[in-house]
């Protein structure tokens, strides 16, 4: 099952960063936070993921609460190819572990 | 990122035939493949785990008779939908994990299977 809670669905102007939540209380000591995005009809696409420091890449932004309870994946310009449906995952980042998809999600970026 | 591919990117077949698709890696050498499925509006459903030279683990509820998967190589995993029906039409994704070290999966670009 998944171990997190996001809205069905955010509306995100051009150009303004898209700023999706995500919950995760139970989240373990040594459980990351990923992040993947799925663009209709294509494969999931890998964002970011961090543990308990903010992290950011090309792509995007990921801040974790202190309490790693909850974070927010900041795109800091969206573009209309944003549009996609985001998905929030917690797993142990070893060998062999699975990713558990949850409903994820729908961010439409409007011009 | 690393690349993945999938074959074919789309597939019509008869009721009662069988279907195969292919999941490469094509810069890498995958140790550990994944196949999800995922239903119209709907979110990815693991269905089983293969690594490369041994058999693989099925998620709870998926047939390993009705889904053969195998991966004999280091770059190819394939899945074979067996006696097809119209209700195991969807979209399937494989994904791929490198073995040495690094943990991200890489997703391909999916299979849509439609059973007649």
């Known amino acids: 099952d998944a171990k997190t809670t996001q809205p069905p669905s955010m509306d995100c102007a051009e150009g303004r960063a898209a700023n999706l939540p995500c919950n995760h209380s139970?989240?373990?000591?040594?459980?990351?936070v990923y992040w993947y995005r799925q663009i209709h009809s294509q494969g999931p696409q890998y964002i970011i993921h961090?543990?308990?420091n903010n992290e950011t890449n090309e792509m995007a932004s990921l801040i974790i609460t202190e309490d790693r309870k909850s974070s927010t994946l900041i795109l800091p310009h969206a573009t209309l190819r944003d549009t996609a449906v985001y998905y929030c995952i917690v797993r142990v980042a070893w060998e062999g572990n699975k990713l558990v998809f949850g409903a994820g999600t729908i961010l439409r970026v409007k011009s | 990122g690393a690349v993945v591919s999938q074959h074919p990117s789309w597939v019509i077949c008869k009721s009662g035939t069988s279907v195969k698709i292919e999941c490469r890696s094509l810069?890498?050498?995958?140790?550990?493949m994944f196949w999800y499925r995922q239903f119209p509006k709907q979110s990815l459903m693991l269905m089983a785990t293969?690594?490369?030279?041994?058999?693989?683990?099925?998620e709870q509820g998926v047939e390993k008779d009705k889904f053969l998967i195998n991966h004999a190589s280091l770059t190819l995993s394939t899945l074979t939908v067996t006696s097809a029906h119209p209700e195991d039409s969807s979209f399937y994704i494989c994904s791929a994990r490198a073995g040495s070290g690094g943990n991200e999966q890489f997703f391909g670009p999916g299979t849509r299977l439609t059973v007649l």
């Open positions: 810069d890498f050498q995958a140790t550990t």
């Open positions: 293969s690594n490369e030279g041994s058999k693989a683990t099925y």
């Open positions: 961090g543990l308990k």
């Open positions: 139970t989240i373990s000591g040594n459980e990351y």
